[in-house]
């Protein structure tokens, strides 16, 4: 009896039921292979089973209110009928989830991270939407890997970049570009980059339009085409000798050469072996072993402009061991040694072997900011970030508070960082990160790079991340994986040797 009363119950409500599991789906992580595909399945069933019930409904109804009017052959037609539109029905159905996948559900991949199997930031995409394949070289000390990308133009919209010598045309459209970046890095004994050289060779086609304004209508007339290459490299060389750790960094560019190429992939590194760099700038700490495990530095900046000023050291600081991991803290203003409130600029970075996690709390002037980081292994790491907070000095009140969290899958692990959705891969180098907007797209001719990508040099994520001209980061909090410069890595090291 009561079987009999659960079959009646669920012939009567199982719409209901299925819809309340599909509504418990959409609810599912849409990263989880199997929950993803059990999601659209379930869906495609509930309207598939919605749409055909409804139609019979609808040929039942018609066939009760008029049979007397049916003939034989009329009624084998109106059947057909029902049957293709429970066909046609499905196809919709079928078409428009498809559709909705693809535009809101499969974001575009818009760039890529690469890392060595030390976890070492190698490279970040150069242009977006290019998420390329190097080619790799390695060795027992060395890794290589080539990348080629590929400048997707809009077809929309003018440039004035080509004011100011570089054209004597007003407005210009870049359609076609293409770039190669090669980076070389060599390793210590403990896997520490020593050697970093990024080679960057860009070419794009340049078309420059002349304005006129016809009744109050603005026409452009293709004027000139120009190949244009611009040429990048930097050096970054870090020498570890006792007690004492340099840094030196070179880039030298060469841009805005004319028509010395006949296709956008024809890319030739320039030699710039006995070229004078455009910046220099090196930095050399002086460390002292105080006690078991403590060692204090002085870090200090040397410019061609101004050298050493051994007086003055930029940042002062300290090595130490913890209960449970390192801590490295430096300070720019020593007004008082250690403490949150005096120093304008201050870095520390824990690390606590217990619970497999990390910090960084980055200090300027009246704003903290802390990172909270997760090993997604033991070795390497591959800290990511679980949580942030940005507080201000004068009340001691939290301005903004993220929690974030990574899951493993069988393939990749997914985790946020910058507010993009991130995958890694593991690779035959190393890993790779795969960073996702949040917008799906129908087809490779919506995703467009803008004409400053290919224009400038040096923008992608490297000058971001680890600084390639200019200033130097130390720490690379804004990678999806964190990670640091070599000379914070061999400090941090100190005490395991």
């Known amino acids: 009896m009561r079987g009999e009363f659960t079959i009646k119950y669920l012939k009567k409500y199982y719409l209901i039921l299925l819809f ?37 409904y609808i040929f039942k109804k018609n066939l009760y209110e008029n049979h007397e009017e049916f003939e034989t ?16 029905s499905l ?63 809009s077809g929309n919209g003018y440039s004035n970049l080509s004011i100011g010598g570089i054209s004597l045309y007003e ?42 304004e016809i009744n109050r209508k603005q026409e452009y007339n293709l004027a000139n085409q120009t190949y244009i290459t611009n040429y990048y490299e930097v050096i970054i060389n870090t020498s570890f000798d006792n007690g004492v750790i340099i840094q030196n960094k070179k880039d030298y560019q060469l841009l805005n050469t004319e028509n010395i190429v ?49 007086d003055n050291p930029i940042y ?12 490295l803290y430096f300070e720019n203003e020593q007004t008082d040694y250690g403490s ?42 591959l800290p990511v970030l679980t949580k942030e907070k940005v507080m201000g000095l004068e009340n001691q009140q939290s301005e903004d508070d993220l929690q974030l969290s990574f899951q493993s899958y069988n393939d990749f692990v997914y985790f946020q960082s910058q507010y993009k959705n991130n995958l890694l891969y593991k690779t035959d180098y190393g890993y790779r990160v795969e960073t996702y907007g949040h917008d799906g797209v129908r087809d490779d001719s919506e995703l467009k790079n803008h004409i400053g990508e290919i224009q400038y040099i040096n923008i992608n994520s490297d000058n971001r991340i680890i600084s390639l001209s200019g200033n130097t980061n130390f720490f690379y909090q804004n990678a999806p994986i964190f990670d640091m410069n070599s000379m914070m890595k061999y400090l941090l090291s100190l005490n395991s040797i």
């Open 316 to 327: 002062e600081g300290v090595v130490e061991p913890t209960f449970d991991g390192t801590r």
């Open 340 to 381: 949150l409130e005096f120093s304008s600029k201050m870095y520390a970075y824990t690390t606590n072997s217990h619970t497999n996690s990390s910090s960084f709390v980055l200090k300027y002037y009246w704003s903290i900011r802390k990172y909270d980081y997760t090993n997604m292994s033991d070795t390497p790491f």
């Open 20 to 56: 309340g599991i599909v509504v418990a789906f959409w609810f599912t992580s849409r990263y989880n292979q199997i929950l993803y595909i059990l999601k659209h399945t379930v869906t495609f069933i509930f309207l598939a089973l919605l749409s055909i019930k409804l139609t019979l």
């Open 262 to 310: 006949e296709s956008v992939t024809d890319f030739v590194f320039k030699d710039f072996s006995t070229s004078n760099p455009n910046h220099e700038r090196e930095y050399r700490i002086n460390y002292t072993s105080v006690s078991q495990g403590v060692n204090e530095f002085l870090l200090y900046e040397y410019t061609p402009e101004t050298g050493y000023d051994e």
């Open 91 to 153: 196809t919709i159905i079928s078409v428009v989830q498809r559709d909705y996948i693809l535009v809101a559900e499969t974001p575009p991949m818009e760039t890529c991270y690469y890392y060595d199997e030390f976890g070492n930031y190698i490279h970040g995409s150069r242009l977006i939407y290019n998420c390329p394949t190097p080619v790799v070289e390695k060795t027992d000390d060395s890794l290589s890997m080539t990348f080629d990308y590929t400048y997707h133009g």
């Open 73 to 88: 052959k009329h009624y084998r037609l109106f059947r057909i009928l029902t049957i293709l539109s429970i066909v046609v």
């Open 171 to 212: 407005n210009r459209k870049v359609e076609i570009g293409a770039s190669r970046i090669s980076v070389e890095v060599h390793y210590t004994d403990d896997n520490i980059i020593d050697y970093y050289r990024l080679r960057e060779v860009t070419n794009y086609l340049a078309d420059d339009y002349t304005r006129t």
